[in-house]
């Protein structure tokens, strides 16, 4: 239930360090230099994956990973918990170069022609590859993976749609060609990114057609990738076999794949990759991947994360439909605050509704003179006190349901914003803890009024999140939020083929987020990896996001 309180009166802005002492969090600690990724390559056709001369084969892989998914459909999956353990399992059209996480090489298809109108994308697929119950892989189940990606059935939600919003006919030509057909050209870099990205990997027409169109609840549906399933132990291990007859020849190069569930960020995955019982960690905490980094014998990465961390606002409850009230909450963050919340946790750093990292963004040092992003937040909230006395709630509001997904940076960032919201514009919330998968319900169902967790995207491009995050009825636009300024916007970013126009656009874009928030950006996340060095063929220093380079299959040990 929602109210108005009674209090008349805010309490007066704290300085940071008496905040953090409220909290129990102590102070700041340096901040990370982030690594600007460069656009997908659009022209390494003769680069197919190749094993490395110098490399070993045979041996187990350990490797520890967040993999406990609500389900197993990777096409409607939004996390590592999918991703992260199912990947080595299948192939897709294109892919990210291992080597450095950016070069798009072929895949699935052997190579592709672009029409010089930009509208006709065609791609010549290998022959002879199997999927691992023996059947034929041909252009048939190209056609079935990616109507359903494009055009998801009732019932279905797959981030990913957002991307191939402009293909309005999948022709297959003969078994081992296929064209897409789009209504208007997309940039080149942007498309192939698409057909790149880890998430849409290639699945049998049958099992499609065998299970109704959803995978949720079929545990090893049939890859052609470079690892087959054998087993699996809910929440303990996953553990896949080299596939003898891949059609990459001489890939893999491990002979098997133990893939442990770990936790992101949490004191279980630091320990076992600490002594030893993991040869390569993704998502370590901060402070096991210091101590990792000074070990013998120890490589580690820092890389950006594809995601945003951040508070949704239930735009269906009366007060949180009010743009003004909504800015007012997104003014009361102390961002800087709020990384050193969890700087023994997870490697965060500040940001707004886009990339801080990405070039067509507001860039950090700007931005950081921007109300809400300031390290000084006095001005921020005046103003959000301001904006809450217009819109009537001078106040403040009391009983919001604050949804919390169950993990260690959600539950220690829910508690600050909790007392953040209270003590600068004197909104009251309630903290209601769930797990992943309930949070999706809950949220998905609009069964709150403030929740708080991480969504990602395919690419780094705005093209991308821009729809899927804040488009009207997106799939992770959790807010019910709409403005058709902003999205006449996007449409124009969409089509505008020259970067710097674009860049234009999206910087407008962007004042209207401030001014009308769709969500409270929190924070952009980091990755720290680190592994022993008898692990080679993996260096994720540029990479982008987790979600690309995953199969293991150039993974090879001394």
């Known amino acids: 239930m929602i109210d108005h309180t009674s209090d008349p009166k805010h309490a007066t802005s704290v300085d940071r360090r008496t905040f953090l002492k409220r909290v129990g969090t102590a102070a700041a600690s340096a901040a990370i230099a982030s690594r600007l990724p460069a656009p997908g390559s659009v022209h390494a056709q003769d680069a197919t994956l190749r094993p490395d001369p110098a490399a070993k084969r045979g041996g187990t892989l350990r490797y520890g990973v967040h993999t406990a998914p609500a389900h197993f459909d990777v096409h409607q999956s939004g996390t590592v918990a999918n991703i992260g353990a199912q990947s080595p399992m299948y192939d897709t059209l294109l892919r990210r170069s291992p080597k450095d996480g950016q070069t798009i090489i072929p895949d699935l298809a052997w190579k592709w022609d672009i029409s010089p109108d930009g509208k006709k994308y065609t791609f010549h697929l290998r022959k002879g590859v199997k999927f691992h119950d023996g059947a034929d892989f041909t252009a048939e189940d190209v056609k079935a993976t ?19 919003a402009t293909v309005s006919e999948i022709v297959v030509i003969d078994p081992h060609k296929i064209e897409f057909r789009m209504s208007e050209p997309r940039p080149k870099a942007f498309m192939l990114g698409a057909f790149a990205s880890g998430w849409n990997i290639i699945v049998r027409k049958k099992s499609l057609e065998e299970n109704g169109g959803n995978l949720r609840q079929v545990m090893a549906y049939p890859g052609t990738g470079p690892f087959k399933h054998v087993s699996r132990k809910d929440k303990e291990v996953w553990i896949m076999e080299r596939n003898p007859d891949y059609w990459n020849k001489g890939l893999p190069l491990v002979d098997r794949l133990e893939i442990y569930h770990m936790p992101p960020f949490s004191a279980e995955l630091g320990a076992a990759f600490l002594s030893g019982k993991l040869d390569y960690a993704r998502l370590l905490d901060p402070v096991s991947w210091r101590k990792g980094k000074e070990m013998q014998g120890v490589s580690a990465a820092a890389f950006n ?53 990405h070039p067509m963004s507001t860039p950090l040092a700007e931005l950081e003179k921007k109300l809400g992003y300031q390290r000084d937040i006095k001005p921020a909230v005046q103003e959000a006190r301001r904006l809450m006395k217009e819109a009537g ?81 997106g799939p992770q636009n959790y807010s019910y939020w709409t403005n058709p300024a902003f999205h006449d916007l996007t449409n124009q970013i969409d089509r505008e083929l020259d970067d710097n126009r674009r860049k234009a656009l999206v910087r407008k874009g962007e004042d209207i987020l401030e001014q009308d928030p769709p969500l409270i950006p929190v924070a952009y996340e980091q990755i720290y990896d680190a592994w022993y060095n008898k692990v080679h063929g993996q260096n994720p220093s540029t990479y982008f996001g987790i979600y690309d380079v995953v199969r293991w299959d150039q993974a090879w040990l001394t």
């Open 305 to 357: 994360q594809s995601v945003i961390q951040a508070v949704w606002m239930n735009m269906k409850k009366k007060p949180l439909a009010d743009a003004r009230v909504r800015r007012a909450m997104h003014l009361a963050m102390d961002r800087h605050t709020l990384i050193e919340v969890v700087k023994d946790t997870a490697p965060m750093q500040v940001g707004g509704f886009d990339y801080p990292f």
């Open 146 to 164: 990616y109507d359903r990606i494009a055009h998801p059935p009732k019932g279905v939600v797959i981030p990913r749609t957002p991307l191939f």
């Open 393 to 473: 709630y001078a106040q403040g509001i009391k009983g919001l349901d604050f949804v919390v997904r169950d993990a260690n940076t959600f539950k220690l960032w829910a508690v600050a914003i909790q007392a953040m919201l209270k003590e600068h514009i004197n909104i009251e919330c309630n903290l209601r803890v769930v797990q992943i998968s309930n949070w999706f319900e809950e949220v998905g169902g609009g069964n709150f009024d403030l929740g708080i967790s991480a969504i990602v995207s395919t690419l780094m491009d705005p093209s991308d999140y821009f729809t899927a995050w804040y488009g009207k009825d």
